[in-house]
Each structure stands twice: as structure tokens, then as C-alpha cells.
């Protein structure tokens, strides 16, 4: 298949490599010195599971600059940036083209669905461990890679032979690829280990092993997971795992050190996704009359500190 990829990042850039690597066409949207890096050596990848992987045949531009049309737009920028891939979506692709947003904040191809009525927006997520280590250069810290997308309900099925078929190639790239028959209950019980886990991070300023034991870090992670829990049955969501052991399997997995993005963010003092996986989870309380005071005390932190 021939994709494009908008943000090269630790998402983006860690599923240019995979399917690069299994021969797909794959160019990917960049900018700076990443970008040139990727134009005049190609992509890195940096693991600890397989080594390192340098990979030539990934393309690179711009936005501005990109004038092909692929099977399979993967928009995989931060939440604060999805209007960009909105704007670029708008300009650069027709009706044929299967738009999948594999972001952190659930809930994201609603959104871009709603500003894209021509265009057909899956919801997706994604879990892996992965940044930039340095302009051309991705580093997946842990060899988790897994990619779940589908229709919302109600959504007209559109491009649904190449929906399936994207399941396929993925998994073909050794990505676990899965095309879902109800994304928004996975989406959320992926949002319930990567939202408790960036929020509880950011809080303590902990890395990984702080969770992996007993105390008042993991205590808290655990605390959000419930709460995202109690929203998505609030929501009429049944889950098919037990939200507090999958969460606590995927961290103590983790190698030591490991952090969420939303934490280096912070960390940068940069942007970041507080507002979409802190204060949105909050704001869904509200709305659906469910208690969240454990995310409240990390909003009323990120108020004072952000």
C-alpha cells in the first residue's frame, strides 16, 4: 500500500519504519532538522529489541511540498497540532484516501470527521513507546506495537475493503494490527492505560519503576484507571478486559526509565496533550454526572504548574 504519514515523531515515525521495512511506499511529513535528516539518509530506527534499522527508502517532505495521493493518510501529530492535519487532509486528499488518526485523545476521528465530510475519518489508537532521539533518529523503547482502528457507530462505511486490507498489511509489517467492530470501547481502554499513566507521571514527575511498585505513584495510576473505567460505563461502554490489570501488565512491562510523551512535553516546556488527556476527562464527568477527583486534582495541578 502507499501511505503517507503526517508527523514523523515517536508514532509516526516507528510505523514509516515498520512498513517501510515490508516494502510499502511510505513518505512521511516532517519538518526541520528531522526532516532533512530523513531526506539525506533516510529514517533510523533505534530499539532494543532489534537492533537498529537504517531505512533509505522513506520519503520526506512538507506539507506545503507533498503531491502524491496514497491509499492511507496516518495522521500521527499531537492533539494540539490536529488542526494542521485537518488543513493538510482539506488540501491534499480525495474521497479514496482512508484517514486514520492514531493520537492519544480519544475520540479524534470524530473530530476531523466533522470538519472532513467528503473524507472518510476512522477512529484509531495506538500503543507504543517511542520519540525522537536525535533529527532523523526514532527510538522504540519497548517492542510493543499495536495499531486498533474502525468505523464509529452511525459512521457511513465507506472504504471498507481498504480498511480490511490496511489490517493486513500492518500486520504483514509485524505491527498488530487489529480493524475493530467497536473502536470507540477499544480506543477508550487504550485511553485508560495512556491518560492515567501521562497524568500520574506528570503529577509525581516519575519514570516508570515508580509505578512498578507499591506506593503512592502506583496508587494513583490505579485511581485513574477506575475513574476512566466508571465514564466509559457511564458512556454505555462494556469492556472486555479488566482496565486496572491490563494497565498495571502494560507498566510493569515497561523498561525501567520509560515516560509518556505528554510528560516530556512538560518536561520541555513545551505543548502538550494536558488539555485532552487531563482536562477532557474531568469535563466527560461533568457531562456524564460521574465523580473523577483524582483527574480533578491533576487538572487543579496542571492549573497552578502548567
Known sequence: MKFC????????GVLAAYLAMAGNEVTVIARGAHLAAIQEKGLTLRTNHRGTEQIKKVKACTAEEYADMPDVLLVCVK???IDDAIAFAQEKMNAEVLIVPVLNVFGTGGVMQEKLPELTCLDGCIYVMGEIASPGV??????????????????EVRLREKAQELETVMQKAEIRAHFSDNIIRDALQKFA????AAAAGAY?????EKFQVDG??????IGLIKEVEALGQAMGITFT???????????DALKAGSTMSMQRDIQRGGNSEFAGLV???VELGTEYHVAVPLYQQVADWGAKNL
Open 138 to 155: 526514532i527510538y522504540q523503547s519497548d517492542k510493543m506495537l499495536r495499531v486498533i482502528f474502525g468505523y464509529r457507530p452511525q459512521q
Open 241 to 251: 478486559v479488566n482496565l486496572v490489570e491490563t494497565g498495571l501488565n502494560i507498566m
Open 216 to 221: 503512592q505513584e502506583r496508587e494513583l495510576f
Open 5 to 12: 504519514i503526517f508527523g514523523a515523531g515517536g508514532t509516526g
Open 193 to 196: 492505560f495512556v491518560s492515567p
Open 279 to 281: 482536562n477532557r476527562v
Open 79 to 81: 492533539y494540539y497540532n
Open 204 to 208: 509525581f514527575n516519575a519514570t516508570s
